[in-house]
């Protein structure tokens, strides 16, 4: 790795947010200081069992959900981020992140439903520079499993209305009746819709107070490879 290289995205958005029966209502600003605090070790295990960790090599002390991001520098590529609240389990790690070749958001996604088939388990990848580029994974129990992604268009795989129904959005005027008006185009998948899905969780409140732990990892060759062709330019 040249001591020059950079990473190339200016903003990005990297999460897999787990959520386990019993559903919780859709938390706002006000209600998310409602959930449970903080569960460390739970998160040491999670972070332990990633596709995308081969191993733990340092626990950071932990920082407020709202105060993690972007990765602005190139150590920061293996710092991996956890919350677990209760029955809410949300992972951001930038080994997620892709430019429509990489593929381990899916792998990462694929084996937290085969761990958690009882979840409603959402992922997202979004990347911004001068192109900007998303892909959107979702799994509610006893579904089709729903994807999304691409560059200016999107290609949606599944049925975004059918997924919303399923936990519990009707018609009307209330958030996420534009998914089940067959009659219009389809809106795009983006933040509102993962919301719906992962209990208002998808989104990070102002002055919340969530907290997270923080991992400094190591990774397979395969992954590293990935993560740099994805992330380091110079």
Known sequence: MSPNQQVA????????????????????????????????AAARAVVAALSTVAAVAEELPPVLRRHTGHPRHVDELDHVTVGCW???????????????????????????????????????????SAATYGKYLAHVPGQPRLSADGWEEQFVTGDPGRLLRAVGVGPGSGPGAEW??????????????????????????AKESLLVSVFKVTRSEDVRGALDEVWLQG
């Open 9 to 40: 995205w200016r903003q990005s958005t990297l999460r897999i947010t787990r959520v386990h029966p019993p559903y919780p209502a859709r938390y706002d600003q006000h209600t998310v200081h409602d959930l449970p605090a903080h569960d460390p």
């Open 86 to 128: 209760g029955g809410v389990v949300q992972i951001s790690d930038p080994a997620f992140g892709e430019d429509g070749l990489s593929v381990n958001l899916d792998a990462a996604f694929e084996a937290q439903v085969e761990a958690h088939p009882e979840a409603r388990i959402t992922a997202v990848c979004e990347m911004y």
């Open 180 to 205: 089940l008006d067959a009659g219009q185009d389809a809106p795009f998948l983006g933040v509102e819709f993962l919301d719906l899905l992962a209990c208002g969780l998808h989104s990070t409140w």
